[in-house]
T-cell receptor
């Protein structure tokens, strides 16, 4: 079993839709949870960063972490064609955990159609 | 925007050639990383460094080597390129905190 599982999609939605992206994980040592966005032929860019369980909101983006279920989500409200990209979840055990090495999901390819 | 640079962005080279992929960051980050990414696949860590003169192999075995003589510079070298090395190579850095890494734009390598 991989440490991080992420449905690769592809996911295609109409403009304005609410998008839900998810990852599950097996390593209970993970404490830091990130979502990266990667446009075609570019490097990943950090989108959201959360510590432990809870919600974090930034504009149209909301990240949720449920450590009891080992499940994280990224919600995109009012999705735009410019949101079309691959979204990767990433996790880190932090100090004394994974020694600053991130574990990535495979990424979900999202297309938002105008 | 993160200041981390990779050159070249694209490289097509013949089998057996020696190549060096350059990575530089201006943020003063201690930690730097090299990842390999194939289409539709997750990022695989191939090398990392926690500081000057510190290098470690990552989770994915790689025939490449790295060096860290200066904080801002983390080049990756392939002594003899092969078609199996064809991939996208991504460099990243992070500071002394935890978690977030900042990525460069990547080098897309094709070995013929």
């Amino acid at each position: 079993q991989k440490e991080v599982e992420q449905d690769p999609g592809p996911l295609s939605v109409p403009e304005g839709a609410i998008v839900s992206l998810n990852c599950t994980y097996s390593n209970s040592a993970f404490q830091y949870f990130m979502w990266y966005r990667q446009y075609s032929r570019k490097g990943p860019e950090l989108l959201m960063y959360t510590y432990s369980s809870g919600n974090k909101e930034d504009g149209r983006f909301t990240a949720q972490v449920d450590k009891s279920s080992k499940y994280i989500s990224l919600f995109i409200r009012d999705s735009q064609p410019s949101d079309s990209a691959t979204y990767l979840c990433a996790m880190d055990g932090g100090w004394g955990g994974s020694n600053y090495k991130l574990t990535f999901g495979k990424g979900t390819l999202l297309t938002v159609n105008p | 925007e993160a200041d981390i640079y990779q050159t070249p962005r694209y490289l097509v080279i013949g089998t057996g050639k020696k190549i060096t992929l350059e990575c530089s960051q201006t943020m003063g980050h201690d930690k730097m990383y090299w990842y390999q990414q194939d289409p539709g696949m997750e990022l695989h860590l191939i090398h990392y460094s926690y500081g000057v003169n510190s290098t470690e192999k990552g989770d994915l075995s790689s025939e490449s080597t790295v060096s860290r003589i200066r904080t801002e510079h983390f080049p990756l070298t392939l002594e003899s390129a092969r078609p199996s090395h064809t991939s996208q190579y991504l460099c990243a850095s992070s500071d002394s905190g935890v978690g977030e890494q900042f990525f460069g734009p990547g080098t897309r390598l094709t070995v013929l």
